[in-house]
């Protein structure tokens, strides 16, 4: 029997004691180990749930109660027969129905992804809905959630299937003006006549390219706390994460090393990053810890900065550099109840960690930053950098053909563009191209 044949088994449900937990089964076998397990014959009607009892085929001792549903292939996730077991979460439930199921004849233990690659070796996803759904169940935020729906749904390979469409169409015109250039069917100026839809092709593939708001979106924010010591970084972590993350110390020097924290912002993911304060020092570890807080701030999505009111306005040199970003928050802080904030501190959000001033305005701040760089409306983008990297390729043969003059060299950019965008997907099917041909200019009748 070969793999593919075989009927495979999981636990669908995460680990652990529950009320509930989820068995499916996919494969030939689904339907005869289902009856062998719970002795109903017929199985019950696709889709409807029907309470069934699980024993044990080999000795006929009973292991559960629950539900039982029933789905036959094609119109299953996976294309195949499948069968799922609602039964009760314990671990000894689960294990007593895994030993018997996989005691039957031609059914072992899934893989891990293996439901899902059944899925895609059947037809039912293409790549962008198995990264989709991979992305859905990771999902930590609500606007990840929903990007992760968008993709799951096919939105992202909607687009990516229209522009392999257009490809293919170029592609048979191409290969008409090579192959079957004597033909009465095919026009003299077939070449020509693709490359005003190559050259706006190309475009809108650029355009979503240059667009990072998907991939963003999916790894989340960085947003680095940067300052002199003793300026209020960890204070103001603590506050954020609405727990005692890092020590917060009068002590300069306190935080060595970054210190990370994971939030929904308004629904958007943020990692917000704690950093030692910047300053001269001939301590080797915290010159370390400074070494590395430099480097996150470089590569941070946002900044936020700073400085102590009694120290206003002198910013330190080590902090100056960062005032200026397009990503930078200035917060003045240990703006009391009772201190007023300096009248020329423009630009300056005035902040009291301990008595809460200026926080509902930072929090306002953030997110509206966050939205603007990860919003992403209702529109469909590339969530991954194997999707970037497939589609800068296919750009790069487009243009390579657009500027080509040989229809050899052009045809086979084309082609190159084309298993670019299968990539993205997972698809690219010859019979299609030849099918084109063959159907439009009717070459061979």
Same mark, same amino acid.
């Given at each position: 029997?070969?793999?593919?044949?075989?009927?495979?088994?999981?636990?669908?449900?995460?680990?652990?004691?529950?009320?509930?937990?989820?068995?499916?089964?996919?494969?030939?076998?689904?339907g005869?180990?289902?009856?062998?397990?719970?002795?109903?014959?017929?199985?019950?009607?696709?889709?409807?749930?029907?309470?069934?009892?699980?024993?044990?085929?080999?000795?006929?001792?009973?292991?559960?109660?629950?539900?039982?549903?029933?789905?036959?292939?094609?119109?299953?996730?996976?294309?195949?027969?499948?069968a799922?077991?609602?039964?009760?979460?314990?671990?000894?439930v689960?294990?007593?129905?895994?030993?018997?199921?996989?005691?039957f004849?031609?059914?072992?233990?899934a893989?891990?992804?293996?439901?899902?690659?059944?899925?895609?070796?059947?037809?039912k996803?293409?790549?962008?809905?198995?990264?989709?759904?991979? +992305?859905? !169940?990771? @999902? %930590?935020?609500?606007?990840?959630? =929903?990007?992760?729906?968008? *993709?799951? $749904?096919? &939105? /992202?390979?909607?687009?990516?299937?229209?522009?392999?469409?257009?490809?293919?169409?170029?592609?048979?015109?191409?290969?008409?003006?090579?192959?079957?250039?004597?033909?009465?069917?095919?026009?003299?100026?077939?070449?020509?006549a693709?490359r005003?839809?190559?050259?706006?092709?190309?475009?809108?593939?650029?355009?979503?390219?240059?667009?990072?708001?998907g991939?963003?979106?999916?790894?989340?924010?960085?947003?680095?706390?940067?300052?002199?010591?003793?300026?209020?970084?960890?204070?103001?972590?603590?506050?954020?994460?609405?727990?005692?993350?890092?020590?917060?110390?009068?002590?300069?020097?306190?935080?060595?090393?970054?210190?990370?924290?994971?939030?929904?912002?308004?629904?958007?993911?943020?990692?917000?990053?704690?950093t030692?304060?910047?300053?001269?020092?001939? +301590?080797? !570890?915290? @010159? %370390?810890?400074?070494?590395r807080? =430099?480097?996150?701030?470089? *590569?941070? $999505?946002? &900044? /936020?900065?700073?400085?102590?009111?009694?120290?206003?306005?002198?910013?330190?040199?080590?902090?100056?550099?960062?005032?200026?970003?397009?990503?930078?928050?200035?917060?003045?802080?240990?703006?009391?109840?009772?201190?007023?904030?300096?009248?020329?501190?423009?630009?300056?959000?005035?902040?009291?960690?301990?008595?809460?001033?200026?926080?509902?305005?930072?929090?306002?701040?953030?997110?509206?930053?966050?939205?603007?760089?990860?919003?992403?409306?209702?529109?469909?983008?590339?969530?991954?950098?194997?999707h970037?990297?497939?589609?800068?390729?296919?750009?790069?043969?487009?243009?390579?053909?657009?500027?080509?003059?040989?229809?050899?060299?052009?045809?086979?950019?084309?082609?190159?563009?084309?298993?670019?965008?299968?990539?993205?997907?997972?698809?690219?099917?010859?019979?299609? !191209?030849?099918?084109?041909?063959?159907?439009?200019?009717?070459?061979?009748?």
């Amino acid at each position: 029997m070969t793999a593919r044949a075989e009927t495979i088994i999981a636990v669908a449900t995460a680990p652990g004691r529950a009320g509930v937990a989820v068995l499916r089964v996919s494969g030939p076998e689904a339907g005869p180990l289902t009856v062998a397990l719970t002795g109903r014959r017929p199985l019950p009607a696709p889709r409807l749930a029907a309470y069934a009892s699980f024993s044990d085929p080999a000795t006929g001792a009973l292991l559960d109660r629950g539900l039982l549903l029933w789905f036959p292939g094609p119109a299953s996730f996976t294309g195949e027969d499948v069968a799922e077991f609602q039964v009760h979460g314990s671990r000894a439930v689960l294990a007593a129905l895994l030993a018997a199921a996989t005691g039957f004849p031609g059914v072992r233990l899934a893989e891990p992804g293996e439901f899902t690659r059944r899925a895609f070796d059947n037809g039912k996803l293409d790549l962008t809905e198995v990264e989709g759904l991979a +992305d859905l !169940i990771d @999902a %930590e935020t609500e606007a990840q959630r =929903r990007q992760a729906v968008r *993709q799951l $749904d096919g &939105a /992202l390979g909607q687009i990516i299937l229209g522009w392999q469409a257009r490809l293919m169409r170029a592609l048979a015109h191409c290969e008409a003006t090579i192959d079957f250039v004597e033909e009465e069917d095919v026009p003299d100026d077939l070449l020509s006549a693709t490359r005003p839809d190559l050259t706006a092709l190309l475009a809108e593939m650029r355009g979503q390219a240059a667009d990072g708001r998907g991939e963003r979106l999916r790894q989340g924010l960085t947003i680095v706390i940067l300052g002199p010591p003793n300026a209020g970084k960890s204070s103001l972590l603590n506050a954020l994460a609405g727990r005692e993350a890092a020590i917060v110390s009068d002590r300069a020097g306190t935080t060595r090393d970054v210190i990370e924290l994971h939030l929904d912002l308004g629904g958007y993911p943020v990692t917000l990053v704690d950093t030692a304060g910047l300053r001269a020092t001939d +301590d080797p !570890i915290e @010159a %370390e810890g400074i070494r590395r807080a =430099r480097a996150r701030a470089d *590569q941070a $999505d946002l &900044a /936020l900065v700073l400085l102590d009111r009694a120290d206003w306005p002198r910013v330190p040199d080590d902090v100056a550099p960062w005032l200026d970003q397009p990503g930078t928050l200035r917060l003045l802080t240990k703006c009391d109840a009772g201190i007023a904030p300096p009248a020329d501190a423009r630009g300056w959000l005035p902040l009291s960690v301990q008595d809460g001033i200026g926080f509902d305005a930072l929090m306002q701040a953030l997110t509206e930053r966050a939205a603007a760089l990860l919003s992403t409306g209702a529109d469909p983008l590339l969530t991954r950098a194997r999707h970037r990297a497939a589609l800068d390729e296919t750009c790069a043969a487009l243009d390579r053909a657009l500027s080509g003059t040989l229809p050899e060299l052009i045809t086979e950019d084309v082609r190159l563009a084309l298993r670019g965008l299968g990539r993205i997907v997972g698809r690219v099917d010859v019979e299609d !191209i030849l099918g084109l041909i063959f159907a439009e200019f009717c070459i061979g009748k």
